[in-house]
DNA sequence: GTTAATTTTTAGACAAGTCTAAAAATTAAC
DNA sequence: GTTAATTTTTAGACTTGTCTAAAAATTAAC
């Protein structure tokens, strides 16, 4: 039985492990917790103890099969609450977030399973993320690439976005950018790494930043 | 903002205010809280401090009107879930409570909003207990009663039950009771506060533990 | 209307999760 | 390959919610 923090740690530290092979650092996973250093340094020794992560002095962490098995349990029933939010409930998907933030927590296995199967065995949640199993197993099939990475004339549609902040979500509202906009990368700036896309006919300029959060499906 | 365990203890004063005008004794909260009274003592002095209950020492404490909202809407979150577990994702009736007491801590009013527009607008739960609105304004429509308090010949169907242990609804199962089943009483014993009553053709007595926590509308 | 029993509160302690400040280890710089 | 900068850990403290044990207040008993 793990609590909320617990559960947190393990879905930062799960989410950083995506983005970089190597062990995740304290200082890392601090800046991804809103959080201490020193704090982490405790809580991973506690999450070592229980063998969710393997932790050296000094070294950062690394989740174990079991706990990696547990941030995808973490995950699927996130997933499928904002599945369940937007898909029944009528949430827009930049609303869902923070609410999934909270029943992600709440446990029973039969609940997550019931809910699935109400909701058709969703594959990808409304952010185009796909959604494990039971088992913990998910398709890649969502080979979606961010708008930075896109070559020269590149075109795809959006299949998801990263970053959870509302502040993001109001932008893309803005440019009326949802699932399924088609987007094609017109020019590359290498001097700001800023990106010149064509959306619904219209040239617009993206920052690296956005350029960064931004994930198409290349055809 | 309130912590669970403070939601907790409102909705466990609110209870006991259902049950008893005077204000709430410590040990009776203690017990129902399954604490002990020490802790009861730190934890009205802090509702109180927030105003959400009225107390003063040695003399139990009572809901102040915001109190009661706050907890009014809990209540109305474990409602509404118990009915989405029921109606939507086919759990038994019996099993929803629990897993109820997890979700009314989920702190969304739009959810819980849209949550009730979902199943449409119910006004009362699995067990028959009525659902507050977003104002904590609900019908008093179930003018049910104890089976303890009918009177002999009183003829009715289950509208609700008391005490959320397993262990009670493994008893209703094994007698095949639930929400409208007719129920008649038959004899009426005061040296025990048994009673004899007729359900399905069959004559069943039912202790006096028992016959309070069948809640039954008199036709 | 004192004394006894019960209820309630206080005082001090503990675990979880966090913090600050200081010490130790690692990595980078020259 | 020492010295300096950075990262990480330790030590001690704070908060929340709980506990035990003892003291204080209330209620009951005679």
Redesign the interface.
Do not use: D
């Given at each position: 039985m793990l609590t909320q923090s617990e559960e947190n740690y393990l879905k930062a530290i799960y989410s950083l492990s995506e983005d970089q092979k190597e062990s995740i650092s304290t200082n890392l996973l601090a800046e991804k917790m809103s959080t201490k250093p020193s704090s982490v340094t405790d809580m991973v020794k506690k999450l070592s103890d229980k063998e969710l992560i393997s932790y050296q002095k000094y070294q950062g962490c690394e989740l174990t099969a079991i706990g990696k098995k547990t941030a995808l349990q973490i995950i699927r029933k996130h997933r499928l609450w904002e599945v369940f939010?937007v898909n029944?409930?009528?949430?827009g998907w930049d609303?869902v977030h923070?609410?999934a933030e909270?029943?992600e927590h709440?446990?029973?296995a039969?609940?997550t399973d019931?809910?699935e199967e109400?909701l058709g065995y969703p594959k990808v949640d409304p952010h185009g993320d796909p959604i494990p199993d039971k088992n913990g197993i998910f398709e890649k099939i969502n080979k979606s690439i961010a708008l930075s990475d896109v070559n020269l004339k590149g075109k795809g549609s959006v299949v998801g976005v990263e970053d959870g902040s509302s502040g993001f979500f109001q932008f893309l509202k803005r440019y009326e950018i949802g699932l399924g906009t088609e987007i094609q990368v017109m020019e590359k700036f290498d001097f700001d790494l800023s990106v010149l896309v064509l959306i619904n006919g219209k040239e617009i300029s993206f920052s690296s930043v956005v350029a960064n959060k931004i994930f198409i499906q290349v055809k």
């Open positions: 939010l029944k409930l009528n949430f609303e923070e609410i909270q029943l709440i446990q029973s039969k609940l019931h809910l109400y």
